[in-house]
């Protein structure tokens, strides 16, 4: 069992910057993908960033150019650079490490962009 802690979410005005970080209890596998996903009010969740444990990083339409997902093998831990912040972007945002045929979940961080 891989435990996830996001933190770094928050209340943030139309066009300011957040950086949401993820630390794993454990270190990351070579075969691991890690991601964000988000989840607004009456909404499914949907994917915001990947990267795997190279560089390989995959990207939402709706954040591309605004939003960076990298990582830090050493301390095990997953960052989304959110800059650029639009209110369409406020949701519950969730940390997922993808290994084998496991798929681990974090508790989520709130993120409200205001207008």
């Known amino acids: 069992q891989v435990l996830l802690a996001e933190s770094g979410g928050g209340l943030v005005e139309a066009g300011g910057s957040l950086r949401l970080s993820c630390a794993a209890s454990e270190s990351f596998f070579s075969t691991d993908t890690m991601g964000w996903y988000r989840q607004a009010p009456g909404k499914q969740r949907e994917l915001v960033a990947t990267?795997?444990?190279?560089?390989?990083?995959n990207y939402a339409d709706s954040v591309k150019g605004r939003f960076t997902i990298s990582k830090n093998n050493a301390k095990n831990t997953v960052y989304l650079q959110m800059n650029s912040l639009k209110p369409e972007d406020t949701a519950v945002y969730y940390c997922?490490?993808?290994?084998?045929?496991?798929?681990?979940w974090g508790q989520g961080t709130q993120v409200t962009v205001s207008s």
């Open positions: 997922n490490l993808k290994r084998f045929v496991y798929s681990y």
């Open positions: 990267i795997t444990t190279g560089t390989s990083t």
